[in-house]
T-cell receptor, first 112, second 114 residues
């Protein structure tokens, strides 16, 4: 099985930088995904890491350390529209489909 | 945006009644998934499909069944709805299994069982 932990809520200020952490335990790691979900909407894909290191995509970056079972999502130059839930999900190589196990999500509130 | 639709988008039903939710895709993706999302639990996988007539159970499959008779349609059935099945249900699709290709989610169905 898998266990994925991330903080429940975070608050940050517009224009600032925020880091959302995710720790996981899995028997056969095969990739980590970050999704963004605005209230009342479907999750949308942000990033994918399968090797150690940092993946940068505009204002968003995601980091992975497989040896530590740790990832973070870094959001720079925060905007009010970044207020949303951020979901960490891990894929296990031992499953038959492209199945993901999700953490509970981190609700980020951006304040002016 | 990936072509995924879910129907109905909202439904209120009574305990003990059967309910079927439909997921329809126009992307010809092989993999399809049903999740439920509840406060405090995040997204949990109910069932998934890896091809026509090929399905398997997920983490929370009790009380649910699925069918996939065509590539584009994946049906989720609650044989006898219970209040604990009140939730938001998301369908997702995926093109490939082992690459970085992400799952795309449908708009969701809000189901209330009274």
């Amino acid at each position: 099985g898998q266990n994925i932990d991330q903080p429940t809520e975070m608050t940050a200020t517009e224009g600032a930088i925020v880091q959302i952490n995710c720790t996981y335990q899995t028997s056969g790691f095969n990739g980590l995904f970050w999704y963004q979900q605005h209230a009342g909407e479907a999750p949308t894909f942000l990033s994918y890491n399968v090797l150690d290191g940092l993946e940068e995509k505009g204002r968003f970056s995601s980091f992975l350390s497989r040896s530590k079972g740790y990832s973070y999502l870094l959001l720079k130059e925060l905007q009010m529209k970044d207020s949303a839930s951020y979901l960490c999900a891990v894929r296990d190589r031992n499953n038959a489909g492209n199945m993901l196990t999700f953490g509970g999500g981190t609700r980020l509130m951006v304040k002016p | 945006d990936a072509g995924i639709t879910q129907s109905p988008r909202h439904k209120v039903t009574e305990t003990g009644t059967p309910v079927t939710l439909r997921c329809h895709q126009t992307e010809n993706h092989r993999y399809m998934y049903w999740y439920r999302q509840d406060p405090g639990h995040g997204l949990r996988l109910i069932h998934y499909s890896y091809g026509v007539k090929d399905t398997d159970k997920g983490e929370v499959s009790d009380g649910y069944s699925v069918s996939r008779s065509k590539t584009e349609d994946f049906l989720l059935t609650l044989e006898s709805a219970t209040s604990s099945q009140t939730s938001v249900y998301f369908c997702a699709i995926s093109e490939d299994k082992d690459t970085g290709r992400e799952q795309y989610f449908g708009p969701g169905t809000r189901l209330t069982v009274t």
